[in-house]
């Protein structure tokens, strides 16, 4: 598609319970970040997917996070046993190449954890 | 922490007045970025400046990097209502740490019509 897709847009959910946030990047994009951001907070790196590499999953702020990309374009960010400090706005954004591009941001999905 | 620090957090000017915002960061970087964000969702790309070059304009947007000072600024003439945002600056690490962007925490602009 012409740009980053995530899915879904808002997600309201119980403590507790695991949730799946989706990404599509760009086509042809090799590099895939997940970020999220709390109610007028900065972006917060969470994980990185770049071609076949391994991730770097230095961001992830508890074992309760996980990410796959499969097939070197769609990313599911999981998030189990969700706490009500999971509340943010989770980002993901592509790009082409490492270093010399700038990303290219989805509109993210808002969860609410009640 | 953040490596990229915005200053001022929050600014307000009249429409048609020019806009600075600055940026402070700590290590050593590959590239700083300048990002809009409407709405508290997705960022749009501005622009992108390389370690190595000191000024780049892009139609309205004009930024500046002292590598030697470790700062950026970015500066946005003659100001439009469609302006207000919160504007992020963000850093590549330099040598082999990775090309992940690293944020800071923002300038809220408003122009006022």
């Known amino acids: 598609g012409a740009g980053v897709s995530q899915s879904p847009s808002n997600k309201v959910t119980e403590k507790g319970k695991d949730v799946e946030l989706r990404c599509d990047p760009i086509?042809?994009?090799?590099?895939l970040y997940w970020y999220r951001q709390s109610l007028g907070q900065g972006l917060e790196f969470l994980i990185y997917f770049q071609g076949n590499s391994a991730p770097d999953k230095s961001g992830l702020p508890s074992d309760r996070f996980s990410a796959e990309r499969t097939g070197g374009s769609v990313s599911t960010l999981t998030i189990q046993r969700t706490q009500q400090e999971d509340s943010a706005v989770y980002l993901c954004?592509?790009?082409?190449?490492?270093?010399?591009?700038?990303?290219?941001f989805g509109s993210g999905t808002r969860l609410t954890v009640v | 922490s953040q490596q990229g620090e915005e200053d001022p957090q929050a600014l307000s000017i009249q429409e048609g007045e020019n806009a600075t915002m600055n940026c402070s960061y700590k290590?050593?970087?590959?590239?700083l970025q300048w990002y809009r964000q409407n709405s508290g969702r997705g960022l749009v790309h501005l622009i992108l400046i390389r370690s190595n070059e000191r000024e780049k304009h892009s139609g309205r947007l004009r930024v500046t990097l002292d590598t030697s000072k470790k700062s950026s600024s970015l500066l946005i003439t003659a100001s439009r209502a469609a302006d207000t945002a919160s504007y992020f600056c963000?850093?590549?690490?330099?040598?082999?740490?990775?090309?992940?962007?690293?944020f800071g925490e923002g300038t809220q602009l408003t122009v006022n019509p």
């Open positions: 954004a592509s790009s082409l190449e490492r270093q010399y591009y700038g990303y290219t």
């Open positions: 963000a850093t590549v690490p330099g040598g082999t740490s990775g090309s992940r962007l690293t």
């Open positions: 290590t050593s970087i590959n590239n």
């Open positions: 086509s042809g994009h090799t590099a």
